[in-house]
Structures are given as structure tokens and as C-alpha cells.
């Protein structure tokens, strides 16, 4: 709401009762009592006109006043069916809705510094009154009510707002605080991403049922269910299969998303995790020499059991390949490894390699798995004993064939996906990964799975010709974030790829990298901020740095009261008034943590700030509790 008359007047009077109303029963109450009383018609007659016009001049100002109190006292939580958001969408093909409300401006900003400097109780009394006290409209607040009203009520207007789907190519970062909205956010984001008919990869640690119920339900109305698909730990016997290291361009890329789930606090630890990396990539090498895809029970099999088996079986593989006389060649070295252990029959198998196969084709990648065979289990076992838990937990029980799907086992008949099936399918994949039940497994399937989908980008942003929109939601991103995603924020827009990311505050991220300014370069990489109610300092200061600086004015008074020791009797007194400007962000920091639940501040790309209110998003548009 623009309020013209004076810029620089307290807007205290705002959250008073109406006067002006009262006023106006009063001139006409008494311009009706007229005719009753003694004196001259003419008299009588200018004097009701009189009293007539004050209470028409009152009666506009009391209805302003009457509107903007309406305003202030906020506006009831909005619900939305599925059907009023195709309405929505209906005539905006390029662009999304983020639900209603205004741009804030500079005179916004004026208003909410002068209004947060009156006291609180005055700005949220237990009532608002309309008109007479109790007499014409009386509305009571919600004791349970978080945050302040009057903010959305600096607006005039509340219209529906729209962001271009050119500018969301720049990625989304949703901050809120627990409950402040970022899930009924991502619902109506996801809809309409649904209702497009583009793919959707929903990635949610806490394992939420309202949210996959949701997607599912979007889904459904737009008679495409079969476009659904879940994956949750917690439900092992609902869930698809999903092979998260089923994409890669080089075998390294899954040694350095493995070796990535242990912690490197520099020093012994960074070499213990280079160690394991050497381990991985030697096993991935030889699943890759026998023409398998590598899977996490694969890895953790040779990693704790030895790896024997592969290397027998890679190096005939790579023997057969490389050598036409193989057969031949090999005869007699056939022989001594009849009735062998499986140990007796790998070493021989690296002394035909060496002293045969290296002389017509050496393999590095071949002989690194040779080196691994070779190393001293001991000191092997004690090397990678920081990743050998993590993969025994990828691996027991349910996980294990979720995880890592067999190909060929036709007993298992549910549904067997990878991330680029997913996106080729236009499929709407709901990814719980439980971390409630535990935290740890949860968070290294979110980072497995993002760095299958930081492959997949790669290779659409090097080889991809009409590539389709991705969307991507990661809720509490910062439990699940690591390099390959940092990487996929800096270059899936080539890709196609947006990414919407939630968090609670900018230290998550921080805690999360080990490092501020890696955090600083996964936002420097986001061209869009929501900000729902946010609490931390530190977060609402990094936010509201990000807009503007405007400059606002304020009249500031001041009175003082004097007397000289000859003239006790007669003191002086003295008042001034002064004006005052200083520089404040377009949207003052403290006022982040005083939005009300649903409602958001936003910086888009090109440095447009909306002050908005989202909606929930229900079956038929009715609260249903």
C-alpha cells in the first residue's frame, strides 16, 4: 500500500480505532436531531447541510482507514484445488505462478521502518476494531498466529505473481524455518512442473508422505498416474529398484562419489581417503573389463572379501580381448589352476598377464586391480576400514536390492530405474531417503543419487540436442549436498536442469562443505531467492544483502525543559524536530523473522523483489484440517 498523503508521518495512527467512522455517526446522529429543536427553519437547514458534509468528509476517511485496517489485519490463508491452478497457468505457458501478492518498493520500506520502530503490542493488539468498538466488524487474532500481519498488509494490491521459466533455469533456494512453508512451496512448484509434462526428481531426506502424496496426486489429475514412481528405504516392498552409480562417463566418476561419503578432515584421514579411492576405482576398472556395471554390493564384495574372483575373471576377459592366439597361449596355464584355491588362481592368472598379455597390450587400469591383489591384506583391511562401514550399511538387508538392483534376477518384480531413465521417461520420481531413522545411510543415498544426476547432466550439457526441462527438488539440501551437485548448480542450466533447493539457514550449508566459502559458491550459483520466515542473524543478514540498499527518511523529536537558579519559577522549555535518512536493504533483515507462515520475500533473476503469499494446495480447494 502506497500511503501518499505523508511520507514522513507516524503511521501509528494505522492501528488505532476508527475514529473517523465514530465521528461521522456522530455529525449525521445530530444533523437527524436537528429538525426537533427550536429556531428557525433557514438556521436548521444550513446546520444539517454543515453536519451532513463533516460526516461525508469523515465517512471517506474512516472508509479508507476501514480498508487499510482490513489490510493490516492480513489476509485469511488461501486454498487452492489442483483445477484453480490449471486456471491459474492457463493463459501463462512460459511462466509459473508463485501465488499472490505485490513488487515491493522503496515506499514499502519506508513504511515498515518507521511502523517496526511503535511498540509491538500496538501493531498486533489482542483485536482489531473496524468502525465503533464492537459494533460493526470485529476481528479476533489467532493466539497461535506466528509472525506479523501488517507486513502483506503494506500492499495495495495482492495480484497473481509470475516468474518467467526462463529465469528459473538460474535455480531456486527456498530458506525458511521449521513449519515457515517450504514444503507447500515445493507442492505448488511441483504441480505445476507435473502439469507441464516435464520430468521430476523429488529428493526428500525427512521421508515426508505428504509430499509424494501430493506429486502422486498432481499425477493423477492429469490422468497420467502411471508417471509416478517412489523410491523409500522405509517401504522396501512399494519402492522401485534404483542403481545409483548406473551413469558415468569414466569409471573414476564412482570411485570419487564412493570415496566422497567418508569424511577428509585433512591429515592421516585425507590419505585414508585417497587410499580407498585407489580401492574403488581398481574394482570399477575390472567390472568394466569384464562388461558389468559396477553396484554398490559388487564394490563392497571385493573391497571386504578380496578380490580374487576379479581378478581372474578380468584378466581373461582383457586377454581374450586384446590376444587372437589366447587359447592356445593360455592352455597350459589352464592346467595348474585346476582344483586351485581361488587365491592360487588369481596368482596365476597375474604371472599370464605379465609375462604374456603386458608384452602385446599393457593396461593400466588392469594392472592397478594386479597392485590391490598383490597389497598386504592387513594393511589393506586397516586402509579402508573408514568406507567399509558406510558400504556394509548401503548394502544389508533391503538396501542391498534396492540399491543394487541384479539385472537378471526375474523374481524381483519391482520396477528397476537409474536417474537417466527417469528423466528420458518424463517420469515424476519421489526419492525418500529416511533420514529420520537414520541420518547417516540418508544422507550418503542423496549425495549418491545427485552425483548420478550431476553425470547425466554432463553428459546432456556435452552431447544433448533438444533436451527437455528437469526439475529438481532437494529438500534440506544441505544434508545430501557435495561436489557433483556444486558442479551441477554451476552448469545444469546448459543441461536443462533447475534445481530447487531448500534449506533452513546458511549454516547448514557451511556445516555441511566444512567451509563458508564453499557454501558462498553454492549460492552464488542460485539466481533466485524465496525467503520464508527465517530466524537465524546470520541467514536473514545474507539475504537482504543480496537486494539493494535504499536510502529511507524518518522525522525524529526531541523536547527539553530548563531553568536558571534565579527564575526557578519561570522554566524554559525547547522542542526541535529533525530529518533523518539512512541506508537500509530494500527489505530490513529483522522483518524475515516476523513473516507469517506462507508468506515470502523474493529476489529474482534481474533483481525484482515480490512480497507474496502462497496457498495450499488441496484435493478441491477446501481446508480439510
Known amino acids: 500500500m502506497k500511503f501518499k498523503k505523508d511520507p514522513l508521518a507516524s503511521y501509528s495512527y494505522l492501528f488505532r480505532p476508527n475514529y473517523e467512522l465514530m465521528n461521522t455517526v456522530l455529525w449525521w446522529c445530530a444533523g437527524l436531531v436537528l429538525p426537533f429543536l427550536a429556531g428557525g427553519f433557514a438556521s436548521r437547514l444550513v446546520l444539517m447541510i454543515f453536519c451532513g458534509l463533516m460526516g461525508l468528509e469523515t465517512f471517506f476517511r474512516g472508509l479508507d482507514l476501514n480498508r487499510r485496517h482490513r489490510l493490516l489485519a492480513g489476509r485469511p490463508l488461501e486454498f487452492c484445488s489442483l483445477e484453480e491452478l490449471c486456471r491459474h497457468t492457463a493463459d501463462h505457458e512460459n511462466e509459473m505462478w508463485i501465488g499472490k501478492g505485490f513488487e515491493w518498493e522503496t515506499s514499502h520500506t519506508e513504511m515498515a521502518v518507521q511502523i517496526s520502530s511503535l511498540d509491538e503490542n500496538m501493531l498486533d ?205 593360455f592352455a597350459s596355464w589352464e592346467k595348474r589352476m585346476a582344483g586351485a584355491s581361488a587365491e592360487k588362481q588369481a596368482a596365476i592368472m597375474k604371472d599370464f598377464y605379465r609375462k604374456h598379455v603386458a608384452e602385446i597390450a599393457p593396461s593400466p587400469d588392469l594392472e592397478g586391480l594386479l597392485s590391490m591383489f598383490e597389497h598386504d591384506a592387513a594393511h589393506f583391511s586397516k586402509m579402508v576400514s573408514g568406507l567399509l562401514p558406510m558400504m556394509s550399511m548401503l548394502t544389508s538387508g533391503s538396501l542391498g536390492s534396492l540399491l543394487s538392483p541384479n539385472y537378471t534376477d526375474l523374481s524381483d518384480t519391482r520396477r528397476l530405474y537409474d536417474t537417466r531413465q527417469i528423466i528420458n521417461g518424463r517420469k515424476v520420481a519421489y526419492i525418500g531417503l529416511d533420514s529420520l531413522t537414520d541420518s547417516m545411510v540418508g544422507s550418503a543415498i542423496g549425495s549418491l543419487i545427485l552425483s548420478d544426476l550431476t ?46 533447493v531448500a534449506t533452513q539457514t546458511f549454516a547448514d550449508f557451511a556445516a555441511r562443505l566444512g567451509s563458508r566459502d564453499k557454501a558462498t559458491q553454492v549460492l552464488g550459483n542460485i539466481n533466485n531467492v524465496f525467503a520464508l520466515r527465517v530466524t537465524d542473524l546470520e541467514t536473514q543478514e545474507y539475504i537482504t544483502g543480496k537486494m539493494p540498499a535504499v536510502r529511507v527518511r524518518s522525522m525524529s523529536h526531541s523536547s527539553s525543559v530548563n531553568a536558571r537558579s534565579s527564575e526557578l519559577l519561570i522554566p524554559g522549555s525547547s522542542g526541535s524536530e529533525t530529518l533523518n535518512s539512512e541506508e537500509v536493504p530494500l527489505f530490513p533483515a529483522p522483518l524475515l523473522g516476523k513473516l507469517p507462515n506462507l508468506e515470502y520475500i523474493a529476489n529474482l533473476s534481474g533483481g525484482k523483489i515480490l512480497k507474496g503469499r502462497i496457498p495450499v494446495l488441496t484435493q478441491d480447494g477446501r481446508d480439510h484440517g
Not at 177 to 198: C, H, N, P, W, Y
Not at 474 to 497: C, H, Q, S
Open 125 to 329: 493488539p489482542p483485536e482489531y476494531h473496524y468502525g465503533f468498538p464492537g459494533l460493526f466488524f470485529k476481528q479476533k487474532t489467532d493466539p497461535s498466529f506466528m509472525g506479523s500481519r501488517w507486513i502483506h498488509g503494506l500492499g495495495d494490491r495482492d495480484d497473481d505473481l509470475y516468474q518467467h521459466l526462463k529465469h528459473i533455469e538460474g535455480h531456486t533456494l527456498i530458506v525458511g524455518t521449521t513449519g515457515a512453508g517450504k514444503t507447500r512451496m515445493f507442492d505448488l512448484l511441483i504441480s505445476q512442473a507435473v502439469m507441464r509434462g516435464e520430468a521430476v526428481i523429488i529428493i526428500d531426506p525427512k521421508g515426508d508422505k505428504e509430499m509424494a502424496a501430493n506429486a502422486e496426486r498432481a499425477c493423477a489429475a492429469q490422468g497420467a498416474a502411471e508417471r509416478f514412481i517412489m523410491f523409500n528405504p522405509a517401504f522396501a516392498e512399494e519402492s522401485v529398484r534404483l542403481n545409483p552409480l548406473a551413469n558415468f562417463s569414466r569409471p573414476t566418476e564412482i570411485a570419487s562419489r564412493i570415496a566422497a561419503l567418508m569424511t577428509d578432515n585433512g591429515g592421516s584421514s585425507a590419505t585414508f581417503k585417497a587410499f580407498s579411492w585407489q580401492a574403488v576405482n581398481n574394482i570399477v576398472q575390472g567390472e568394466v573389463i569384464c562388461g558389468r556395471k559396477p553396484t554398490l554390493m559388487d564394490i563392497n564384495h571385493y573391497l571386504a572379501g578380496g578380490c580374487a574372483e576379479l581378478v581372474s575373471e578380468a584378466v581373461r576377459e582383457y586377454a581374450q580381448r586384446v590376444d587372437p592366439g589366447f587359447q592356445d597361449a
Open 455 to 500: 553425470s547425466v547432466a554432463g553428459d546432456r550439457y556435452n552431447y544433448g540436442t533438444d533436451n527437455r526441462p528437469v526439475n529438481i527438488f532437494v529438500d534440506e539440501a544441505a544434508e545430501t549436498i557435495n561436489e557433483p551437485m556444486i558442479a551441477m548448480l554451476n552448469k545444469g542450466r546448459g543441461a536443462k536442469f533447475r534445481l530447487f
